[in-house]
């Protein structure tokens, strides 16, 4: 019974690691999705989650404008719904945007219709508030199945991951986040930030801002140049 018992495990194990793998960025397993230009490449592009966020996308956009640099922002549905004028002005600033569904489930767990759902409700909210029709869609919590990503590229969107996790939404610092980012940053990278709380409107981005300030300088200053997602798709090798 051995073979089988260790047929067991490896069926177990297998299972573990595919579930692992629906959450963790990178990871191309359930369909190709963007993570970044090739690594060793000059440029960098900032990507920021779960707003538009009063007032913390406002002082964002502050920053980055100060470093006349464009950055890509997914948007949830329902706070696009709520702050429109946030979100025409991130259009109006340069700034790219994409979805990040109406109400920020984990979509390894909603069916295909769900999915279908959130994707649309979020696409027409978007358009009514900057008459942007986006393609870019990111999954909450980087979760999604194969057939999460099939009804997303059905849909018309370009799944977005990312390569650099600063883990914002619990550092105690900014200078924790900026460390996490020099940490995994190797040129080419795609990084996570959060503009937003998808719990609700208001979450305290002040560290996120403060980081941003501290990564744009010093990135900057090393010859790298920040883009949009939209821009990095377009980076040749
Ligand atoms: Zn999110």
Redesign the pocket.
């Known amino acids: 019974m051995l073979p089988a018992i260790l047929s067991g495990i490896g069926v177990a194990g297998a299972a573990v690691w595919a579930g692992f793998q629906t959450m963790w960025p990178t990871s191309q397993i359930c369909g190709r999705t963007f993570i970044g230009a090739p690594p060793g490449s000059r440029v960098l592009a900032l990507t920021y989650?779960?707003g538009p966020n009063d007032p913390y996308t406002w002082r964002m956009m502050e920053v980055l404008k100060r470093h006349d640099v464009r950055a890509t922002f997914?948007l949830?549905g329902q706070f696009v719904e709520q702050k429109p004028e946030i979100a025409r002005a991130l259009v109006a600033a340069e700034h790219a945007i994409g979805s990040?569904t109406w109400d920020?489930p984990n979509l390894i767990f909603s069916s295909q219709a769900e999915v279908r759902r959130q994707l649309e409700r979020t696409r027409q909210a978007i358009l009514d508030a900057t008459g942007v029709d986006t393609k870019l869609f990111?999954p909450?919590?980087g979760g999604r199945r194969p057939a999460t990503l099939r009804a997303v590229r059905a849909a018309g969107f370009e799944p977005i991951m990312w390569n650099v996790t600063c883990y914002d939404w619990k550092a105690k610092s900014a200078d924790e986040i900026v460390a996490h980012a020099a940490r995994q940053v190797r040129g080419g990278d795609v990084i996570l930030l959060?503009d937003g709380g998808?719990l609700r409107m208001g979450a305290n981005r002040t560290r996120t801002v403060d980081a941003s300030e501290q990564i744009l300088t010093r990135y900057k200053n090393e010859g790298y140049r920040f883009v949009t997602i939209p821009q990095m798709m377009n980076t040749p090798l």
């Open positions: 989650d779960d997914f949830i990040h920020h990111r909450p919590f959060h998808y």
